[in-house]
């Protein structure tokens, strides 16, 4: 099910975002927001208001993956420039 498509690229998205949004609105923040690809080969990293929950989104050669982790304790550590978009 898994498939080991290679990952070019991590990105963050600083700052927070609406996590109630699906695959189709966070594929639009990264398209329209960031000027990316997001049928690219990467992971585009999306984090809450209150830093514990986070979601992935990942294309893989013919569908996305959307990847979801909240934290029972603790916080991210989360860039909070929300205009960016990081590289890892």
Not at 11 to 17: E, P, S
Not at 53 to 62: C, G, P, Q, R
Not at 71 to 84: A, R, S, T, V, Y
Request: proline share 3%; glycine share 6%; aromatic share 14%.
């Amino acid at each position: 099910m898994l498939s080991k498509t290679p990952i070019d690229c991590v990105y963050l998205a600083c700052g927070h975002t609406d996590l109630r949004k699906s695959i189709d609105g966070l594929a639009a923040i990264v398209q329209e927001g960031f000027q990316l690809d997001s049928f690219s080969p990467s992971l585009f990293v999306f984090c809450n208001r209150r830093r514990d929950k986070l979601k992935i989104l990942h294309w893989d050669h013919n569908g996305f993956w959307l990847y979801y982790r909240r934290l029972e304790n603790g916080l991210f550590q989360w860039p909070k420039n929300e205009l960016e978009v990081r590289s890892l």
